[in-house]
């Protein structure tokens, strides 16, 4: 993998080889400006792109090209280019990863090695953990079907960055030129769109040759109730780990079966975290310096222009109160999601699996520093996805589980109110010990007080039920 992700950036030359006759070709190759890892060609070589590009075409490729770029220039939809999207991030996947490693349907052997491991796991977590499955299939999936199940999960998290972009676009000219630039702003959009469909594209096939699951980076990507693992990355990710792939299999089933119980019987949870991540979306300043460079020297015949300032980012955090309490939810809200999966999948799993620990301190490192695909996201959207404080929260969770046990742990999902704060991963045991409220019984009195006054029992009233014997002032011997 090269510095610049996903070979957006200055092709590479060929080796010399002598023949001074033989001119080098200007893409840098199959992998250069027009190569899969680039296939619109947009590059960086030459004063030209297109003419490099164009130049080493035969009829046919050329043909296409242009057709492409047509579909480009052409776009009137959202913000991004989805259907762009996948269609780069489905040929990303069939180059195969950096390693060799090519994209395969999966076999009936495999769906069962995935099947059986997925509802092993659901049987241990049912000891340490009093959420019940929340499985309601399991699939084992190649890297392109799990592009297609989680292409609505990335639409929902970059559209309100991407739309931030196309508005700016426009604002940043004075009203007096915004009328007269018109048509260049709308060409400029579409393109915006695209090439923001294209590198979206491009980081969901790579990230497609590194996930395990449908949960890895702390978001549900898949639908609900859908637990699902890729063969062949986690046969990749246990191949340099000197570890029994069924264990592997089975500590990744573990975790994947575990985040499927939070998001299935934590109701808000879902809507919670994209919510997170959609408010500190719509507080990112773009760069406005940045994007008027862009918009004054905007060439529709070089839109790698535009390329170019995607990739290298054209977001600020806003410094400001309200934006850093947002980013503060959000990460909390991932960390205490993959604190709590890691302190209940290695309960369930340190008595069973021989290299746990092992496994957990590996998972633990990989979603703290994250791959290449997620830098890529955090550029593209301006936001990190990774639990900053995953370590922390599963001490706390681990603290409260031998202090309330599992049902008081677990008993705190019931109610956004009532999780940890990130003042409570500072004093993990301040929280653990100081009284929670019962929101069950404060929901239960706010339903009671929602349907109004009740009518009082006959005895409130001073009046004896229907049925009472009337003794007329005798007592109970009938005097």
Same mark, same amino acid.
């Given at each position: ?53 164009? +130049?080493? @075409? ?8 242009? $057709? =492409?770029? *047509? %579909?480009?220039l052409?776009y009137?939809? /959202? ?7 996948k ?19 999966v ?68 009203e ?9 702003? +709308?060409? @400029? ?8 469909? $294209? =590198?979206? *594209? %491009? ?5 497609? /040759? ?6 890895d980076?702390?978001?549900p ?16 990710f ?35 975290l ?14 406005t ?69 092992a ?18 996201f ?14 922390d929260?599963?001490?706390l ?43 069950s019984e ?14 009082p ?23």
């Open positions: 993998m090269s510095d610049t992700p996903f070979g957006f950036g200055l092709p590479p030359e060929e080796p010399e080889d002598g023949d001074e006759g033989k001119k080098k070709d200007p893409t840098g190759g199959g992998q250069g400006a027009g190569g899969p890892a680039n296939p619109f060609g947009f590059g960086a070589g030459g004063d030209n792109p297109f003419a490099a590009m164009f +130049g080493s @075409m035969n009829p046919n490729d050329l043909g296409a090209a242009f $057709q =492409q770029l *047509g %579909q480009m052409s009137e939809g /959202g913000p991004v280019n989805w259907d762009m999207a269609q780069i991030a489905r040929q990303t996947v069939s180059q195969g990863t950096t390693d060799g490693s090519k994209d395969a349907s076999g009936p052997a495999e769906r069962a090695s995935v099947d059986e491991a997925l509802r092993l796991a659901d049987l241990w977590l049912d000891g340490v953990t009093s959420l019940p499955s929340g499985s309601v299939s399991t699939v084992a999936w190649s890297r392109a079907e799990w592009v297609e199940a989680s292409l609505p999960a990335w639409q929902q998290l970059v559209d309100p960055v991407a739309e931030r972009v196309g508005l700016a676009m426009g604002d940043v000219l004075p007096e030129m915004q009328a007269m630039a018109g048509p260049l702003i +709308g060409m @400029m959009r579409s393109m915006g769109g695209a090439m923001f469909g $294209q =590198q979206i *594209g %491009q980081a969901v096939g790579v990230l497609a /040759g590194e996930v395990v699951g449908s949960t980076i702390g978001l990507l898949a639908p609900a109730g859908k637990a699902a693992l890729l063969p062949l990355n986690v046969e990749r246990g191949k340099d780990l000197s570890v029994p792939q069924d264990e592997v299999r089975l500590y990744l089933a573990l975790r994947e079966a575990a985040h499927q119980r939070l998001f299935a019987h934590v109701p808000w949870l879902r809507s919670h994209f919510g997170a991540v959609e408010a500190y979306a719509r507080g990112i300043k773009v760069d310096s940045k994007l008027e460079d862009v918009v004054g020297q905007f060439d529709p015949s070089q839109p790698e222009q535009l390329q170019d300032a995607l990739q290298q980012g054209m977001f600020q955090p806003e410094d400001t109160p309200e934006q850093k309490a947002s980013l503060a939810r959000l990460e909390t809200a991932l960390a205490l999601v993959e604190g709590w999966v890691d302190a209940v999948v290695h309960e369930a799993a340190k008595s069973r699996l021989t290299s746990a620990d496994l957990r301190e590996t998972m633990r490192r990989r979603r703290a520093s994250g791959g290449p695909a997620e830098q890529t955090a550029t593209l959207i301006g936001l990190q996805l990774r639990p900053r404080r995953l370590r929260a599963s001490r969770w681990a603290s409260l589980t031998d202090a309330r046990g599992v049902d008081g742990r677990d008993g705190l999902w019931e109610h956004p109110d009532m999780l940890p704060t990130a003042q409570d991963l500072d004093d993990p045991d301040g929280f653990v010990h100081h009284e929670q409220l019962d929101f404060l929901d239960k009195m706010l339903g009671e007080a929602a349907k109004g006054p009740q009518k029992a006959a005895e409130d009233r001073g009046e004896e039920e229907p049925g009472d014997d009337q003794n007329d002032g005798k007592d109970d011997t009938g005097r």
